[in-house]
């Protein structure tokens, strides 16, 4: 009934026929496209897998905990066939390209302020962090223009202990919260993460929830990974526990193969799977 409802033409069949669907594609990058001793270049399957994504009319994010710089820098040297339409940095912060990265709509500005805000009220749990970092040692907080944003640890291990002192440190702060992804943790406002930046991208370029897939590795793309926000979920064979469990839960595909093999992989079942539904229903 959906589709009969936006059809322009009042038509379902033609409407069903000329449809994309998969429209959007939303990828972490680190451990999803590329490992960590990888050589960070695009796989020859992940190639063709978004080659026949974007021939089909669908478009691409990165969606990523690197900052610009690095998701720009990340991205030529993997070297893809076709260019990401957008980058969606520091698991909050969404870009289009504009001959140039842009920020896509007002969501950056709004999403500093709210940040500016957050760490003004919240600079009791990174006074306490701080202190903690020079009595015990094993984890330091990441600055930047002077103002802690985040922090890693020596091991993922020193982590798993950390994010519980640190949710108890935020017991009071509702508006508080994190992402984490092995030994890097970015502080953050709970509305702003992979999953609520996919859904503003969304919102900007009307895509349905229904149309979008999204695959991550860790604990930063479970926003993302969330029915809220991509109805089509997947996730390499690298990926940790709670990622394979959340795609189990969601209906996606876990791959048996690693990184962007295991991404295209996931890809090729859903055009396929796709495919097969849209034929039943001109059948
Ligand atoms: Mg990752």
Redesign the pocket.
Known sequence: MAAQKNCPSGSLVSFLKDMPLIKLIST?????LIGFSSDGRCSPQFAEAIIEHKERGGLWAVNT?RDLHYAMEGVLKFGAPVEPDFLLTNERDVFRWDAGWAAHGEWNDRCRLRHDELFELTSEIYTTLDQLSRKRGGFKLIYENKRPVGLTTETEELMETLVRDIEMLATNHADFSFQR?TIYLRFCHRDYHKGSALSELCRLENIPVDHVFAA???Y??LPMLDVQYSAMTACPANAIGAVKERVTISEGFVSDKECADGVAEAIRHFLELKDAQKEAVLA
């Open positions: 972490d990058f680190d451990g999803t905990g992804n991550g590795d860790h930063n793309d």
